[in-house]
């Protein structure tokens, strides 16, 4: 069975603390896909990052960056020095080609960020 | 630009009152997909379709229909609500999945009285 788990329900910073969002899957599948997305308090769903499991190269985009592990099938996502607007619900979710396309995504952590 | 939409964004109705949740891309992808969005549940998958007139079910189907017939429509209709579909529902888009991600639409939270 596919899973996806983030541990962390609620994460509260102040305002230019390093923080870092849990995430860990399970797949048999060797051909996966990772994912992150950003549910501000808006509620839409806003895609931030797609890796796939022949990619283990860390990423970084400005202030995010996303740390991919194999080898304890996990894929964390680092906010530097977070900012008010970082306030949001952020999913991890993993999806495979015999899956039909669907996203299985975790609980999400929600993540205030105080000034 | 690019985008999914959905309409209406709210709605309230009562029980067994027959509905549809529109859902438009313009990006002329192949699958589109329904999810819905429940406190404590997270984020589950009712339908999907991998290309016009090929439909099939996800993980939650029961009470909703869904129909492929344009390549970027993909409309969620409810024959029949009840309050256990009181939920904020999602319509997403996508390339090729999972190799491409999955796009959303803005959310239309339904409530059913």
């Known amino acids: 069975a596919q899973k996806v788990t983030q541990a962390q329900t609620e994460i509260s910073v102040v305002e230019k603390e390093d923080v870092t969002l849990d995430c860990v899957y399970e797949?048999?599948?060797?051909?996966?896909?990772l994912f992150w997305y950003k549910q501000p308090p808006s509620g839409e769903l806003v895609f931030l990052i797609r890796?796939?499991?022949?990619?283990?190269q860390n990423e970084i985009s400005g202030r995010y960056s996303w740390n991919f592990q194999k080898s304890t099938s996990s894929f964390n996502f680092t906010i530097t020095a977070s900012q008010v607007v970082d306030s949001a619900v952020y999913f991890c979710?993993?999806?495979?080609?015999?899956?039909?396309?669907?996203?299985?995504f975790g609980q999400g952590t929600e993540l205030s960020v105080k000034p | 630009e690019a985008q999914v939409t959905q309409n209406p964004r709210y709605l309230i109705t009562v029980t067994g009152k027959k509905l549809t949740v529109t859902c438009s891309q313009n990006?002329?992808?192949?699958?589109m997909s329904w999810y819905r969005q429940d406190p404590g549940l997270g984020l589950r998958q009712i339908y999907y379709?991998?290309?016009?007139?090929?439909?099939d079910k996800g993980d939650v189907p029961e009470g909703y229909k869904v129909s492929r017939k344009e390549k970027r429509n993909f409309p969620l209709i409810l024959e029949s609500p009840s309050p256990n579909q009181t939920s904020l529902y999602f319509c997403?888009?996508?390339?090729?999945?999972?190799?491409?991600?999955?796009?959303f639409g803005p959310g239309t939270r339904l409530t059913v009285t």
């Open positions: 890796r796939n499991s022949f990619d283990e």
């Open positions: 997403a888009s996508s390339v090729t999945p999972p190799l491409g991600e999955q796009y």
């Open positions: 979710a993993l999806s495979s080609l015999n899956q039909g396309g669907k996203l299985i």
């Open positions: 379709s991998m290309n016009v007139e090929v439909t």
């Open positions: 797949t048999r599948d060797t051909t996966y896909y």
């Open positions: 990006m002329n992808h192949e699958y």
